[in-house]
């Protein structure tokens, strides 16, 4: 499982997104998060991930819960 994951990442240099950093670092609940929103921000790209801060104390990047995933996945 870890193979077929390696081979479908991106990995994307910072330089790619830095110019995003400065808002993520104004709207991240998380210094730990900045990075994760910069890019989300840079590609308009969803988050997946099951913290509520990111989720809740935030409003530009779309987050998505586990649950909230299996939700839509099921409805489909």
Same mark, same amino acid.
């Given at each position: 499982?870890?193979?077929?994951?390696?081979?479908r990442?991106?990995?994307?240099?910072?330089?790619?997104?830095?110019?995003?950093?400065? #808002?993520?670092?104004?709207?991240?609940?998380?210094?730990?998060?900045?990075?994760?929103?910069?890019?989300? +921000? !840079? @590609?308009?790209? =969803?988050?997946?991930?099951?913290? #509520?801060?990111?989720?809740?104390?935030?409003?530009?990047?779309?987050v998505?819960?586990?649950?909230?995933? +299996? !939700? @839509?996945?099921? =409805?489909?």
């Amino acid at each position: 499982m870890l193979e077929i994951l390696k081979r479908r990442m991106n990995l994307v240099p910072l330089d790619e997104f830095v110019s995003f950093v400065e #808002k993520a670092e104004e709207i991240s609940p998380d210094p730990k998060d900045i990075s994760y929103i910069a890019l989300a +921000l !840079k @590609l308009n790209a =969803n988050i997946w991930s099951n913290d #509520k801060d990111l989720k809740n104390k935030q409003n530009l990047v779309k987050v998505y819960s586990t649950n909230d995933l +299996l !939700k @839509l996945l099921i =409805n489909k």
